[in-house]
């Protein structure tokens, strides 16, 4: 989806690197999420954000950092990285408006490799 | 641990077949979503049910959500090759904060 756009698409690292990824949207939404992939787990949640004052550590947040620049701007960083961070890295919005419903609006994915 | 546990972890049918996937959770929730996601892709969101709900439907696909045995099904009528794609179930739970809960997920496989 064009409206949540991820960058870089794949990367490449080494061991105790730190690295930054990136994540824009468009649609105006306040929530922002950041998910990892790994095969035959789904997804699961690293960080999340409200707002641009808000942020929430999710079910896997050690060894991850993010920023919330703006609203539309919500970065994901591996201080030190490590090679069983590889894996597939989404970031979504959503669009919940205070009731009870909440849809997420994926990225294309970023595809991280840690040797 | 995961709230959404997708059944069967992987199917194969042939073009034409209704595909059935089901998906179980472990706490009272608002309302369960599935979404699909194409391989290495981003999830597309497919249909919401509400937990007041019992069917919806939307297109191809009917959802069915029964809330005393925790569980929700996916059927994908008349299959097409393209329906080939990973599923999962999303559920937010009334304890929750509003955030979705993702399940291990369904991958199904359209067979020309």
């Known amino acids: 989806d064009a409206d949540v756009t991820q960058t870089p698409r794949n990367r490449i690292t080494k061991t105790g690197k730190r690295i930054m990824l990136e994540c824009s949207q468009t649609k105006g939404h306040d929530r922002m999420y950041w998910y990892r992939q790994d095969p035959g787990l789904g997804l699961r949640l690293i960080y999340y954000s409200f707002d641009v004052k808000d942020i929430n550590k999710g079910e896997i947040s050690d060894g991850y950092s993010v920023s919330r620049q703006a609203q539309a701007k919500f970065s994901l960083s591996l201080e030190s990285a490590i090679p069983n961070q590889t894996a597939l890295y989404f970031c979504a919005t959503s669009d919940f408006g205070g009731g009870t419903e909440e849809t997420q609006y994926f990225g294309p994915g970023t595809r991280l490799l840690v040797l | 641990s995961q709230q959404g546990e997708e059944d069967p972890q992987a199917l194969s049918i042939q073009e034409g077949e209704n595909a059935t996937m089901n998906c179980s959770y472990k706490t009272s929730i608002n309302n369960l979503q599935w979404y699909r996601q194409n391989s290495g892709r981003g999830l597309v969101h497919l249909i919401l049910i509400r937990s007041n709900e019992r069917e919806k439907h939307s297109g191809r696909l009917r959802v069915t959500l029964d809330t005393s045995k925790k569980s929700s099904s996916l059927l994908i009528t008349a299959s097409r090759a393209a329906d080939t794609a990973s599923y999962f179930c999303?559920?937010?739970?009334?304890?929750?904060?509003?955030?979705?809960?993702f399940g291990s997920g369904t991958r199904l496989l359209v067979r020309p």
């Open positions: 999303a559920t937010d739970a009334e304890d929750s904060s509003y955030k979705l809960i």
